[in-house]
């Protein structure tokens, strides 16, 4: 059977007798991996070798290793958000940054990363990418995107740029419904394409599209369907010769209009070079017999899926994939490491004058126990948990008050109830998205018990850093949680002073 341009998914950490069968066939040119799909990363390697002994060595496998909020692997050294990148505003550590990412993901055996994110987050609402975007000026989002680009590509891993043409100024979660953006070209490319220039010319091995409507260009069809889109801006107007895949098709945006086989044709005819449908083998068999019938009727044009696997070779030759088991050298793993620390740290903003804590200070602490991971996903996380743990064993005295998520509650019994008055009243933002109204409510009502008592008053935003506009001041936006940020927000709070500056318009209330 003939390899087609399609990339699929897996279920799980072991292969199911069906995908063996299915990857014994050798007709897909690609694998994207999940969350489920990783027990660690020793175990990982192991499977995508048999996954490449069944599919061919020229597989394409790809993760979601953005860093912050959006990682598949947590065994290996990760990357902050980017936008602690853009906060941090040193293209050296960035490129430094990108390289140790992609040392990570070369062991396992995968050689496409999608990333860096190059959408220019303009809009502070906006639902899913927040603090994956490097911030909300384009020449800082470029320069960035281009300095991740040519650090993750020469450790041997491919670069995405995503979500072209860019999803930065949205309002809406395209895993949920269909953005549109009402924007015309003149201002897409001066704010949206500027960081997608920027990485191409770097020599970006990859683009994703975005489900994204923009009436202006196309009204009819989402760029990822879009010819116009995908072909007319991405290859004739910016030049773009590597790969095009597209967003994940079982995303709301695409399929609550198009089964997944019509969209992959959709997306082949626009002229990507590689749909991503996820589902059991059956589906993916269905896809595959879509495209397979489009071809022989003519539907779609055997040349354009000639140049698209033209295109899938030179990336397998540019990017093999050799793997070493998941086994890094202890010393380059341990540098990896203190790198991403470093970036975490120096990612750090302060807004307004911090109170300081030390041993034995009382701490007030209010944050919510568990939060959803995103509004497309049922993965829960705590992102508070490990800053509480790390004041604790600094012998800071926190006291904890665990706050629902979405309900307004009145904290000030609790507060005001408590055996000695706080010397701190402390409040972290934990949301993915921008604080809702409700916590912002209880978070507010905290804020003017302290006031009246004379006590301090702090927010530390440890995901969405545009929450800090709904609350008063002082703030110290960390912009994610995971990996050494419990730390640096720990050594901030205890006097060590912070260098990151504003990677967009944010400020706490007055």
């Avoid at 879509?290 to 899926?305: D, N, R």
């Avoid at 911090?354 to 939060?371: C, Q």
Wanted: proline share 6%; aromatic share 4%; glycine share 10%.
């Amino acid at each position: 059977m003939t390899r087609l341009p399609l990339m699929t998914d897996l279920s799980g950490t072991e292969l199911t007798p069906d995908e063996r069968a299915f990857l014994s066939e050798r007709r897909v040119a690609g694998i994207c991996l999940f969350a489920r799909n990783v027990a660690d990363r020793y175990r990982l390697a192991d499977y995508l070798a048999e996954v490449r002994r069944l599919a061919g060595e020229d597989l394409i496998v790809a993760v979601d290793q953005e860093g912050g909020g959006v990682l598949r692997l947590l065994d290996v050294p990760f990357p902050p958000p980017a936008m602690a990148l853009g906060a941090a505003d040193n293209l050296g550590l960035t490129e430094e940054v990108a390289a140790a990412t992609g040392r990570a993901l070369a062991a396992v055996g995968i050689n496409l990363d999608f990333a860096p994110v190059a959408d220019v987050n303009s809009n502070p609402a906006n639902p899913v990418i927040g603090d994956r975007s490097f911030g909300a000026d384009p020449a800082l989002a470029a320069r960035h995107v281009a300095a991740f680009v040519r650090g993750l590509q020469s450790a041997g891993v491919g670069a995405t740029l995503k979500h072209f043409p860019g999803h930065g100024d949205t309002s809406t979660d395209s895993h949920l419904a269909l953005p549109v953006v009402d924007r015309s070209l003149e201002e897409l490319r001066a704010t949206e394409f500027v960081p997608f220039r920027a990485g191409v010319a770097a020599g970006a091995a990859a683009v994703m599209s975005a489900h994204i409507v923009l009436p202006r260009l196309d009204p009819d069809l989402p760029a990822t369907l879009s010819r116009r889109a995908m072909h007319g801006l991405l290859r004739e107007e910016l030049g773009f010769e590597g790969v095009s895949v597209t967003d994940a098709l079982d995303m709301r945006a695409i399929a609550e209009r198009y089964d997944a086989g019509t969209a992959a044709v959709l997306a082949l005819q626009a002229g990507v070079d590689l749909p991503l449908t996820l589902g059991p083998v059956d589906e993916h068999r269905r896809v595959l017999q879509k495209v397979e019938g489009a071809l022989a009727s003519g539907e779609l044009s055997g040349a354009g899926l000639a140049q698209a696997r033209a295109r899938l070779t030179r990336f397998a030759l540019e990017f093999p994939a050799l793997p070493t088991g998941g086994r890094m050298d202890e010393g380059v793993e341990a540098a990896d490491r203190a790198v991403m620390a470093r970036a975490t740290k120096t990612g750090l903003v302060t807004l307004g004058r911090l109170p300081r804590l030390g041993p034995g200070t009382r701490v007030a602490f209010l944050a919510s126990g568990e939060v959803r991971a995103s509004a497309a996903s049922q993965v829960s996380a705590k992102p508070a948990d490990e800053l509480v743990a790390e004041l604790l064993r600094r012998g800071v005295d926190v006291s904890r008050l665990e706050l629902a998520p979405g309900e307004t509650s009145d904290p000030t019994p609790w507060l005001g109830g408590m055996s000695a008055l706080p010397e701190v009243v402390l409040y972290a933002s934990t949301s993915r998205s921008r604080l809702a109204s409700a916590e912002a409510a209880t978070a507010r009502r905290a804020a003017a018990w302290a006031r009246h008592t004379g006590v301090p008053f702090v927010h530390v935003a440890l995901w969405n850093p545009y929450s800090a506009e709904l609350l008063p001041g002082p703030a110290l936006l960390a912009f994610g949680y995971r990996g050494s940020a419990a730390a640096a927000v720990a050594d901030a709070l205890m006097g060590e002073a912070t260098v990151g500056t504003l990677p967009a318009p944010i400020s706490s209330l007055a």
